[in-house]
């Protein structure tokens, strides 16, 4: 009788089984870390970070500009107006390379300036109404917009309710 060694031969890798289960198991975990990280939130914070620093660099460029002229610069159809209309996004200067612009298409900032340019207002819409810096903290307009001519009912001004402000120093947006 001849015996035959049987040799066991094992295969190595992951069965599709395996490859299946760990492709289910990451993709749960992904879905959770995406849900906990909710990226749209995300971005909305950063437009507003952005929006609260561009009103900020544009408060010092306008008391730079009274500090040379005695008053504040004019506002004509809610942009800054000396000699001309000057268009968010475009320079100024020499009070400011470029005159901030908002971060989202649709949205827009607003100036506006008492008739003897001894006040002023510059306002944004900020996308998380709730944000605890807005003029209310709830994402109702601000108190100030109808100082300077502009409609409490902003919307077709900043792209949306005018709920964030920097005025000059003697207001409070």
């Not at 952005?50 to 002229?69: I, P």
């Not at 949205?107 to 709730?130: F, H, I, M, P, W």
Request: proline share 4%; glycine share 10%; aromatic share 10%.
């Amino acid at each position: 009788m001849l015996k035959t060694k049987m040799s066991t031969h094992y295969q190595k890798g992951f069965t599709l089984i395996e490859l299946i289960l760990v492709t289910a198991v990451v993709g749960i975990f992904a879905a959770g870390i995406i849900a906990v990280i909710n990226p749209s939130q995300q971005v909305h914070k950063a437009n507003d970070a952005k929006r609260k620093s561009d009103l900020g660099t544009l408060q010092r460029a306008l008391e730079a500009y009274y500090a040379d002229n005695g008053r504040y610069p004019q506002a004509i159809n809610n942009k800054i107006y000396t000699t001309m209309t000057v268009n968010w996004g475009t320079s100024w200067l020499p009070y400011i390379d470029l005159l901030p612009k908002d971060p989202s298409s649709g949205r827009t900032y607003v100036y506006g300036t008492s008739a003897d340019g001894q006040r002023y207002g510059v306002y944004a819409s900020l996308e998380k109404g709730n944000d605890p810096q807005s003029c209310h903290g709830n994402g109702s307009a601000c108190d100030s917009l109808t100082t300077f001519g502009i409609s409490a009912n902003a919307a077709a001004s900043c792209g949306g309710i005018c709920n964030f402000g920097v005025t000059s120093a003697d207001l409070s947006p």
